[in-house]
Each structure stands twice: as structure tokens, then as C-alpha cells.
T-cell receptor, first 115, second 113 residues
């Protein structure tokens, strides 16, 4: 049981480049989300999905796209990388339902640097 | 004003000490209160959650919520070097069609052997 798997673990990009951060979970969780973590800012929600085919914006969605074609996968796309997107990105998943489904399972993060 | 405020630390204590970690929040609509632990270069993992005022114990950990003052705390008894990590508080709200989970910025704890 792998839980939440994020790839790659590290990435360096040049300004203007695009890339996709991969996230996969094997727990059959309906709810998946992407966060970015910056010093002094805590975890901020970028996008989330409550099931295949359904996505919505979080607190800081600009510059990012998501799609959810399967229950297992929830990739995050950077359209045109900017230095302000240098951060650690975490993917999380949980069961949908009552508020107690919030015990989210996090991946180990992707550390992204934009030069 | 941030919805959740948390002292970033770092907090350094000797092994065996009682640790107190604290957060304040601004929105009285929040329903659930959580503490996550995050080791270096790892994702956060849920330690405890509660939805009512008062104390909740789990082993060496006690979560305390005071909704009247919008204050949440985590106490760690008999702290161990393995407790060295960043601790994130989080508050959660859910209503029809909307949910919001907001994290504090985290407090870094170092337990010295």
C-alpha cells in the first residue's frame, strides 16, 4: 500500500517553462488536493477535486491547472513557470463525507525551484 | 489578519519536558481543529483532531480547544527526541457545497537528548 505518491521529488525549471507534477493514490479516496508550502505561510490550497471529472479552485489557483480523469490520479500543471512558484508542493487525499474525513493523507512533496 | 496564527518558533526543550504549542484562529464558524506533525522533507501527518471545546488525550499528546477565545493548544508530555518536527495546527469548516481547511504556518520543535 503506497498511499500518496508524488513525482518528481525535485525539479529545477527556467522561467516560462511548463511542467506537470504527478500525484497518485491507491486508497480509492474521492477527495484529492494540491497545496503549496512556503516559509511563514503554511500550507495553502491550490486546487482540489471531490471526484473524477470534478475540480475546483482553492486559495491560490493562478498559474496552475488540474484535471481528474481517474480516481487515482490528480496532476498539477504549471503553465508558464515563474520564480514566485518556487515552493514545496504537496498532494493530499481523503475520503469524502463528513468533516471527519479531513484526516488527509499527504505525499512527501515535490521541491520545485524556478530560476 | 491571517485566519490561523501560529508562533513559528523554533522551540527547543530538553528531553522529558512538557511542550505547549498554541494557535489562535479568527473565524468562529470553524468546526474541527487538528494538529499535524511534519518531519523534515516529509508530508504532514495527522496527529489528532477534535470538534468540541475541552481536552482530548492520545497517549503523550493532549489537544485542547477553547472556542470562546478561539485558542487551540497541543501539549506533549515526556517529550522525546523523536518528537522533533514541525507541528501545524489546522481548522476546518464544511457546509453545503463549501469546505475550507486552513493551516497555521507551523511551529518547529527541537527536543534535545
Amino acid at each position: 500500500n503506497a498511499g500518496v505518491t508524488q513525482t518528481p521529488k525535485f525539479q529545477v525549471l527556467k522561467t516560462g517553462q511548463s511542467m506537470t507534477l504527478q500525484c497518485a493514490q491507491d486508497m480509492n479516496h474521492e477527495y484529492m488536493s494540491w497545496y503549496r508550502q512556503d516559509p511563514g505561510m503554511g500550507l495553502r490550497l491550490i486546487h482540489y477535486s471531490v471526484g473524477a471529472g470534478i475540480t475546483d479552485q482553492g486559495e491560490v489557483p493562478n498559474g496552475y491547472n488540474v484535471s481528474r480523469s481517474t480516481t487515482e490520479d490528480f496532476p498539477l500543471r504549471l503553465l508558464s513557470a515563474a520564480p514566485s512558484q518556487t515552493s514545496v508542493y504537496f498532494c493530499a487525499s481523503s475520503y469524502r463525507g463528513s468533516g471527519v474525513d479531513q484526516p488527509q493523507h499527504f505525499g512527501d512533496g515535490t521541491r520545485l525551484s524556478i530560476l | 489578519q491571517k485566519e490561523v496564527e501560529q508562533d513559528p518558533g523554533p522551540l527547543s526543550v530538553p528531553e522529558g519536558a512538557i511542550v505547549s504549542l498554541n494557535c489562535t484562529y479568527s473565524n468562529s464558524a470553524f468546526q474541527y481543529f487538528m494538529w499535524y506533525r511534519q518531519y523534515s522533507r516529509k508530508g504532514p501527518e495527522l496527529l489528532m483532531y477534535t470538534y468540541s471545546s475541552g481536552n482530548k488525550e492520545d497517549g503523550r499528546f493532549t489537544a485542547q480547544v477553547d472556542k470562546s477565545s478561539k485558542y487551540i493548544s497541543l501539549f506533549i508530555r515526556d517529550s522525546q527526541p523523536s518528537d522533533s518536527a514541525t507541528y501545524l495546527c489546522a481548522v476546518f469548516y464544511m457546509d453545503t457545497g463549501r469546505r475550507a481547511l486552513t493551516f497555521g504556518s507551523g511551529t518547529r520543535l527541537q527536543v534535545q537528548p
